[in-house]
Every structure is written in C-alpha cells, then in structure tokens.
C-alpha cells in the first residue's frame, strides 16, 4: 500500500537552529499538508499546499515556517529559527483530492 | 473555529469488553473521520462517515454519523491488547483541513 514517508524519525536541535523536515508524499497525489501534535494533545493543522503554492495556512505557521516542493517528489517543511515550543511532533499528509489523507508516521523534534 | 470534544478522555478495560466513545462538534460537519494513533505513529484512519445517519463497520469496529450532524460514536468490540492507543475522530472544514478531536486514550488489560 502507498506510504507518507518522513524523515528524520527524530531530531534534535539546539534552540535557535534552523531545521528541515522532509516528507515524500504518495506519487498520484496532489493535496499536501503538514500538522503538528505537541505532546500529549490533539493533531493541530499548520498549512496545506496545492499547486505550487500554500493554500491555507495556521496561525501557528508564522514566518518562521516555510514549506516547499523542490522536486516533483519531495515535500519539505523549514522553521528557521527554532524555540523550545517548536518541540512537537510533525506529520505530513497527502492526498488525491477530498479528505482522502494518508499519514506519514512523523518526525519528532526536540528543540534544546 | 470548529471544535471537537471527544469523550471519555481515557477509558481503561479489560481484554474482551466492548468499548464506546464519542465525539461531539460545536457546528456541523459533512464527514466524520476516526483515527487509531499508536504511539510514535502517525493517524490511521479507520472509518469515514459521509452521510447523516450513516453506520458503517469495520471489523470489530462500528461507527455512527449522528442524524444532527454534529455528533459520532465509535464502539469497538471485544477488545484486545493492539486496541491500545488513541482515537481520535476528525472532520474536514469548508476548505477541507482536518479539525481534530481531543482524543480518547484507550488501555486495554489482559
């Protein structure tokens, strides 16, 4: 079965540093998203992007966060400086239109 | 915005009982999604629901779209140890991202 594929599955980085966390999407798909889950709370909604460009975004997704498309394969999610609140888990989801999401399993990162 | 309050907030039984939860909105929803997130995973998805009314199962899982739109149940039956995890329903907003319920954190004990 087609999978979201994240990496890294963990990060660590020092408070301030830039990171990028990469996604490559299911390959027929269009619709892409990323969302964040802080520990112990719900899946929040960070930014959606559709044809190049970002479609929707959160509040949480402030010009510290940026999202990008490379390649015709990758889907990257950048923060450029990050604080300790940034610690989270960070999935990335895929679809073909419509509300069909597939998950990726995540990459957690801890900011130090 | 759109909220999802799910209940109970955790839920701890033995191996073998059936299980319920639910998920209740502030505002309508056109699509009910449910989610098994094991730990250190990404959401699952398990059923969707698009139509008010709707009762669809999925093995030992059965889920229900409310009649007011604005509710959903899940049940899973005879529950076993790989049921351990955290469900969450989920429903699309009118620009199709996903709101998220507060989940249910389900243990199940030998």
């Known amino acids: 079965e087609p999978e979201v594929t994240q990496t890294p599955s963990h990060q660590v980085t020092q408070m301030g540093q830039e990171v990028i966390l990469r996604c490559v999407p299911i390959s027929n798909h269009l619709y892409f998203y990323w969302y964040r889950q802080i520990l112990g709370q719900k899946v929040e909604f960070l930014v959606s992007f559709y044809n190049n460009e970002i479609s929707e975004k959160s509040e949480i997704f402030d010009d510290q966060f940026s999202v990008e498309r490379p390649d015709g394969s990758n889907f990257t999610l950048k923060i450029r400086s990050t604080k300790l609140e940034d610690s989270a888990m960070y999935f990335c989801?895929?679809?073909?239109?419509?509300?069909?999401?597939?998950f990726g399993s995540g990459t957690r990162l801890t900011v130090v | 915005g759109q909220q999802l309050n799910q209940s109970p907030q955790s839920m701890f039984i033995q191996e073998g009982e059936d299980v319920s939860m639910n998920c209740t909105s502030s505002s309508i929803f056109n699509t009910w999604l449910w989610y098994k997130q094991d730990p250190g995973e990404g959401p699952v998805l398990l059923i969707a629901?698009?139509?008010?009314?709707e009762l669809t199962s999925n093995g030992r899982l059965t889920a229900q779209f409310g009649i007011t739109r604005k509710d959903s149940f899940l049940n899973i039956s005879a529950s076993i140890p790989s049921d351990v995890g955290i469900y969450f329903c989920?429903?699309?907003?009118?620009?199709?991202?996903?709101?998220f319920g507060t989940g249910t954190r389900l243990q199940v004990f030998p």
């Open positions: 989920a429903g699309p907003d009118n620009t199709d991202k996903l709101i």
């Open positions: 989801a895929s679809s073909a239109e419509g509300v069909g999401y597939t």
């Open positions: 629901l698009y139509k008010a009314g």
